[in-house]
């Protein structure tokens, strides 16, 4: 008998979503059966993808905390993803309970979830918007009335840039974002590596083909183009599961170089 799914409105069940793909390599809930047919495919030629998705979420744990304890108070996370813990607000507030976070994904399902565990948070919202139109986002009165363009601003885009095409231009995107944001703001940023092995990059792209799921990988040189404008800290563009780890289990997360490869830097504005 066919699998019966119960599908959130607005979602069609016959396209994979990077969202609950990456929710189902978390070791999430809010995945559909084309989702993890997606991820499935992806895992048998890297099976150490879900150690990647977790290193990935881990180094913007630790970039958040980082950014927090430089005094960034406000924070921008487009891509925001389903909700896992611990969240942005959660990293940020353990430092400093005044930030204030504005939380965007175009994805339905994101937007359910922000609906129900926002709602009595002050000083974080969440909104259903599509990056690749940040004036959009730039002008939305949420975003409006929660952030000040003057004060420093971290702007997150964590796994979100490789599922921008290079004619929808990732790079506009970035410079839409730095040019509102003032001296002391910062770039979050990851990406999938054209440096992941062939092997991989093939599965996700034949699995993906015409999706919002699909990705593409850039290399080294283009993904540094990204970070335009912003100076680089220590380490650099490096992969997620290198970057500043400060935790023992962190660190011991993966121990030969994934067959996926995420690389991800922080950038300063001066
Ligand atoms: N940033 C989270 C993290 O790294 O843990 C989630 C990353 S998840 C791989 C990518 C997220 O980006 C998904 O939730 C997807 O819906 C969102 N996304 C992809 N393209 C987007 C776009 N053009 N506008 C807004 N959200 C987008």
């Known amino acids: 008998m066919a ?31 084309i989702d993890r047919a997606v991820a499935d495919r992806l895992l048998a030629v890297a099976p150490d993808t879900r150690l990647v998705a977790r290193a990935n979420r881990l180094f913007l744990t630790r970039a958040v905390r980082h950014l927090a304890e430089q005094g960034v108070r406000q924070f921008i996370d487009l891509g925001t993803g389903i909700p896992t813990s611990p969240s942005v607000h959660e990293v940020a507030r353990a430092v400093n309970p005044a930030c204030r976070v504005i939380y965007v ?23 259903q918007a599509d990056a690749r139109r940040p004036k959009d986002i730039l002008g939305d009165p949420y975003v409006g009335g929660l952030i000040d363009f003057e004060q420093p601003l971290g702007v997150l885009m964590v796994g979100l840039l490789h599922y921008v095409m290079d004619e929808e231009d990732p790079a506009g995107i970035v410079a839409a974002f730095r040019d509102r944001m003032a001296p002391g703001s910062h770039l979050v940023l990851t990406h999938g590596m054209a440096e992941s092995h062939p092997e991989a990059i093939a599965r996700l792209t034949t699995a993906t083909a015409n999706s919002p799921a699909q990705a593409v990988f850039r290399d080294r040189a283009r993904v540094l183009r990204l970070f335009d404008g912003f100076e680089l800290i220590g380490p650099g563009l490096v992969p997620v599961q290198d970057w500043r780890v400060d935790d023992e289990d962190d660190l011991n997360l993966l121990d030969a170089p994934p067959r996926l490869r995420i690389d991800g830097g922080v950038g300063v504005l001066r």
């Open 105 to 127: 994904d175009y994805d339905p399902v994101v937007r359910l979830h922000a609906q129900v565990l926002l709602a009595d948070v002050p000083g974080v919202e969440g909104i």
């Open 3 to 33: 699998e019966l799914e119960r599908v959130p409105p607005g979602v069609d069940p016959t396209v994979p979503s990077s969202a609950r793909v990456y929710d189902y390599l978390l070791g999430g809930k809010d995945h559909l059966a």
